[in-house]
Each structure stands twice: as structure tokens, then as C-alpha cells.
DNA sequence: ACATGATGTGTACACTCGTACACATGACGA
DNA sequence: TCGTCATGTGTACGAGTGTACACATCATGT
């Protein structure tokens, strides 16, 4: 019947789209087929012709998600030309980077759970860190590059977390403390 | 028929460890009624006589849970009683807790990913963080327990997501240059 | 001994889910 | 123009879900 578009070459990332925009706002648990195909404005059938499994779709809903991240991350990181830049832009990730997509913090947090019982998601999370580790290497040195990216991460989550907001000074002076070599 | 055991004062005791330790297993998403009513070994209908809810029981097992990690944060922190000590706590908490306890990871991700969304769940991690800051607090001045907080939240992190396993000697080195003041 | 009411349980219902698969469609070569 | 077949879709099925609720059970007071 009504079988109209044929070819829409476009169907198949329209339908991650709508995965990371359906676990944005349901998480992993109500991301189901039918859902996702409604926010993608598909047919049912389509899922299961596009991916394999639920399995497939989240990997590569994940994957573009993990991938956007890392490209903000590395591009600021880039941008950095001077030490004291490159502090600046490790405090703008923080402060500037997280707040503005608050969606990206509830699926960040998705895919770590999904990554700490799974060993199959933890090639994206492997991905992911090892890009954010070469653009920090970039400026600090191997040591200083690991820690910095832990306290990225423990000082994103507990801005989350946290009902009164974090000073950002607090912030800056948490970077500064991580620089300082003994 | 076999409506044997009348009073079970532990029941409701019972499910609660049983849906943490479903939820260990299998995530939020696969802890239904009646594979924790399995797991504890009482029937279905129990669920609902005990807990209104899949949301009330979720909150009593994550209480429990939040509570548990706390009560052993507190532990290792009162029992330091010079800056070495507390220094020495801090790293332990990174180093042991969480290495011992691996399926306490996947749990706070699972509460994690919860209060990230929904702010009902918020109150519990909430209560857990203001705990941890408190036995922070006994020892370090009010930044660095921020700080610190935070750090140990994204060493650990990293910790279990990382194929490699991070340096003992990083973590100590990490929360050493957190305690250096400018 | 027995009635009674609190305590606890089995089952049925309405619903959603992932997936398979028979079939419709229309692009394209002849 | 028309036949063919890759591309895409509607639907049905069996399994699993939360929850309600009629009922069984037995501790207790008399």
C-alpha cells in the first residue's frame, strides 16, 4: 500500500539519530524498536533490515555519540597553542563543553554502564579515551595526561550529580593543582 | 497449598539484596519482579505486597547499596589520624575498595545512570557524596575535599573501563598533587 | 474449639517486546 | 514496454512484563 519512499539513502542514520535521541530521553531500557522507529518516522520492519539486532543499533548509536565527543574534545585541544591554552581549554571542556549538551551527560552515563557489564561496548569507551589521551598528549606529558583526564571525567560526573552547582573557580584550580610536577 | 513459611520478618530484607545482586548481574533493565522474586526465593506476589513498586524497590536496594559503599569510605577515613594516614586512605579507597568489591562498579553505574535522569533517584546520591565529603572533611580543608571527591569518582572510573591497568604509583601521585596547596 | 481478620500467595489480564517472514514495490536492463 | 529481482514493509507470533485481586492460610483472642 503505502510503501512510498523508495530509496532514502539517509533512513539509516536518521534511525541512529532517533536511537541516541530516544536514549536521551528514555535511557538504554525504553530505547526499543518500536520507539525508535516512530522518532525516526520509519516502519517497524526497517529496524530490522538496517541492524542486525538491538545489539548493532546501539553499537553504532554509541559509536557516533562517542565519536561527536571526541571531536569537540580534540578540537578544542587543537586549538590550543600555548601551555597556557592548553590549561584554558581543559577547564572550557569541563565548564563550557558538558553544560552546554546536558543530553551528552545522561548518555555518557548510558554507555559507561553499558561498557562496565559488557566487554563488547568497551571498544567504544576504549576508543573514545585513547582520542581524548592523544589530544592531551599533545601538551602534557604521559603521566600528567592520564590524570588529567580522570579528574575530567570525576569532575563532569559530580556536576551532574550535584544539586548546588560547582564553583568554577574550583575547577580551574583543580586543573592547576594536577599541572603542578613535584 | 504450599503457603508454608507464614512469618519471614527477613522478607523484605531478603528481595532487596536479591534485586541488588540481579541488577549486579544483569543491569537495571533485566531485574524484573519475578527474576529477583526467583533470586530471593519467594513468590511473585510477595513484590508487590512488599514494595508498590519496581520504583520503590529500586530505591530501598539502592539505598542499601549507597549506604554499604559509604559506611567503608567512612571506615578507612576514621581510622586515619595524621595527614599520612589520610593521605594513605585516600589512595586505598582507589586502590582496594573498589578493586575488591568489582560488582560495586557496576552497580554505581547503574545508580549513576538512574539519578542522572530521573531526580527522584538524585536524593540517594545525594546523601552517599555528602557522607563521603564529611569524612573528607575531617581531614582536608573545604577544596580539597571537593577536589579530591572527585578525583577518586573519575580514577575509579577509569579504572574499570581501562583494558590496561593504571599504575598504582599514578593514583598516590595523582592525590599527592591534590594536596598541594598554592 | 473456633471465628476472625491480618498476612501472604497464585493466577490471570492487558500490554510491550524482538524478530521472522511472506509479500508489495518500483528501478532498471532488455 | 515489460519482466525481474533487489529493496523495503506490514503483520503475526511467542515470550516476557507489571500489576491487580480473589483467595488461602494461620496466629490470635475469646
Given at each position: ?5 523508495r ?35 520509519v ?23 562517542a ?9 578544542r ?27 551528552d ?17 568497551r571498544?567504544i ?56 610536577r613535584?
Open positions: 500500500m503505502n510503501a512510498a519512499r530509496t532514502d539513502p539517509q533512513r539509516r542514520d536518521r534511525i541512529i539519530d532517533a536511537c541516541l535521541s530516544v536514549i536521551a530521553e528514555q535511557g538504554v531500557a525504553g530505547a526499543s524498536h518500536r520507539r525508535i522507529a516512530l522518532e525516526a518516522d516502519p517497524l520492519g526497517s529496524m530490522t533490515y538496517h541492524f542486525a539486532g538491538m545489539d548493532e543499533l546501539l553499537q553504532a548509536a554509541f559509536n557516533r555519540f565519536d561527536t565527543v571526541a571531536d569537540r574534545f580534540e578540537a585541544m587543537s586549538a590550543a597553542t600555548t601551555p597556557h591554552e592548553a590549561r584554558r581549554a581543559v577547564v572550557d571542556i569541563i565548564l563550557k563543553d558538558v553544560f552546554t549538551h546536558p543530553e551527560l545522561v548518555l555518557s552515563h548510558e554507555i559507561y554502564t553499558l561498557a562496565a557489564r559488557r566487554p563488547e561496548f571498544t569507551t576504549d576508543r573514545w579515551m585513547t582520542r581524548s589521551r592523544i589530544a592531551l598528549r599533545r601538551h602534557f606529558d604521559a603521566d600528567t595526561t592520564m590524570l588529567l583526564d580522570a579528574l575530567i571525567e570525576g569532575l563532569t560526573i559530580h556536576r551532574a550529580l550535584t544539586v548546588g552547582p560547582v564553583d568554577d573557580a574550583l575547577v580551574a584550580e583543580a586543573v592547576d593543582r594536577m599541572l603542578r613535584d
